[in-house]
């Protein structure tokens, strides 16, 4: 086991709470957060924030969820476009629909890992 830092940068306010995902495959990822190794919410307590797991080394994607009104799901307008922010490991390009696991995959293979993710607003 070791420390891998999450560093959550772009949050717009702290308003409600940020929940994190850790996926180490693609079942679930991103939207079943019940199949990921850890699935934490944190209140925004400054900006930017960091968010630490103690995990075993390997392969891993990241989901982060700014949950605005503390309801447990990402709000979304009508055409399915989300009201609230969203970010992923490797910071990939968010144009139609989530990005594939194989995107924002990422080694964690060096003790004290920190791990930028950009919060995107649509």
């Known amino acids: 086991m ?4 999450l560093v959550l940068s772009n949050l717009r306010n702290q ?3 940020v929940c994190v995902a ?10 079943d957060d019940t199949q990921a190794v850890c699935n934490n919410c944190f209140a925004i307590s400054e900006l930017p924030m960091a968010v630490s797991f103690e995990v075993p080394y390997g392969s ?4 982060v969820l ?11 307008g009508m055409l399915g476009i989300p009201k609230e922010g969203i970010g992923f490991s490797n ?6 629909g989530t990005p594939s696991f194989e995107k924002t995959r ?7 890992l920190e791990v930028e993710i950009a919060v995107k607003y649509f």
């Not at 850790?22 to 939207?31: A, D, H, N, Q, R």
């Not at 891993?60 to 989901?63: G, I, L, Q, T, W």
């Not at 700014?66 to 979304?76: I, Q, R």
């Open 22 to 31: 850790l996926f180490e495959s693609k079942v679930g990822f991103p939207e």
């Open 91 to 96: 910071d990939p390009r968010i144009i139609t």
């Open 2 to 5: 070791a420390n891998l830092t």
């Open 106 to 112: 990422f080694e964690f293979n060096e003790e004290n």
């Open 15 to 17: 308003k409600g709470e």
């Open 66 to 76: 700014h949950d605005e009104n503390k309801d447990g799901e990402l709000n979304t």
């Open 60 to 63: 891993y994607a990241v989901s």
